[in-house]
């Protein structure tokens, strides 16, 4: 037995050194095995069933913590792809997730907060970076004509440079900007989007004092996927989602956070401590949700927007006591999870 071993062991020092000294000495044929590797790794086709709305939760997190990407939700439908909301970071982790930004069809913006759009200009730049060929349709609430329009002058000088060096041929700027569909709510839903059999309404939520807040249904198939944008606990958003097979809804641990505003002001900390005691009148406990959904019939309850995030076992016990009794399917959403509506 000590001989085997020690054969075992002696080969595996053997095959470390062989791979070792293979590195050091043709780093050149390895470089270029990687680099091929890396292509097909990164332009592999992304599918789905033309049957299903497949979701990826891109961002789950909120702006109290740094430890996930903010909001963003990716959808797709036959051979649409649509995102919702850009928070910080969303970008560069739908690449990570090998997401095929060059095709993107459509963003759309629940409200304008900084964790939900301020990737925006990059999105639009990078989808066009990376070879879009076609219009950016860009949907939300009153105010992003102007946003939208802050970006010819914040990108002029780094399109510019792009076509330089480029060419014009490859670098069309036909399609470098996002094309505003602002849209204005006077009554409490809208349908805004309808092609392909898919259609998109956007309906009003509560997160006062920002208005107009927004969240949408998006319907193909006799399926139904519906995002709640930021929100208090408000019986429009479950109206909306009644029967839904998909309910992706924000949360905050309120019980928690009482403690957290006491905590701060014990340490002096009165603007972090006036923060968190403001932001618990415009978000929805978890217990909140699951009562209503299960009054509207929700077959799956994702949690996103996550405040704070159960990035711990304590904290993630928190949210479980509060969501046992969904009757459904019930997640704590991470960064990059997939969910099928078949």
């Known amino acids: 037995m000590r001989s085997t071993t020690k054969y075992i062991f002696s ?30 790794r990164n332009t592999s086709t992304f599918s789905n069933n033309e049957d299903e709305i497949t979701v990826f939760t891109i961002g789950t997190g909120s702006p109290l913590n740094n430890s996930r990407v903010q909001s963003g939700t990716a959808i797709f439908i036959k051979d649409k792809f649509f995102i919702f909301d850009v928070g910080d970071g969303v970008v560069t982790k739908a690449e990570q997730m090998n997401l095929p930004l060059s095709e993107l069809d459509a963003i ?100 006062y004092p920002v208005k107009p807040s927004i969240g949408y249904v998006i319907e193909y198939n006799n399926k139904k996927v519906v995002l709640s944008g930021d929100t208090k606990a408000n019986e429009v958003v479950f109206e909306m989602a009644s029967n839904a097979d998909l309910l992706i809804h924000e949360a905050i641990l309120n019980s928690l956070l009482k403690n957290t505003v006491k905590i701060l002001q014990n340490k002096e900390m009165y603007r972090n401590s006036h923060i968190v005691h403001d932001i618990q009148d415009y978000h ?12 509207a019939n929700v077959k799956t ?38 969910f099928i509506v078949k």
Request: glycine residues 4%; charged residues 25%.
């Open 11 to 40: 080969f595996l020092v053997l095959a470390i050194f062989m791979c070792l000294s293979f590195i050091n000495f043709f780093p050149e044929k390895l470089s270029k095995f990687l680099t091929n590797l890396t292509i097909d």
């Open 108 to 207: 759309f913006i629940t409200h304008f907060h900084s964790d939900h759009y301020i990737d925006l200009p990059y999105l639009i730049n990078r989808s066009w970076v990376l070879g879009r060929s076609k219009d950016l349709n860009v949907y939300g609430p009153k105010g992003l004509e102007n946003i939208l329009a802050s970006n010819y002058d914040f990108l002029e000088l780094e399109n510019k440079h792009r076509v330089d060096h480029h060419g014009s041929d490859l670098m069309n700027t036909k399609y470098a900007f996002g094309v505003s569909n602002e849209f204005k709510m006077k009554e409490d839903k809208k349908v805004i989007y309808e092609t392909d059999g898919i259609k998109i309404t956007a309906f009003n939520v509560d997160h």
């Open 284 to 295: 929805t406990p978890p217990n909140e949700i699951v009562k209503l959904a299960n009054k």
């Open 301 to 338: 309850l994702v949690l996103h927007h996550l405040t704070p995030s159960p990035d711990n076992i304590i904290i993630k016990k928190l949210y479980e006591k509060q969501i046992k009794n969904f009757n459904g399917k019930v997640y704590l959403a991470n960064d990059g999870d997939k």
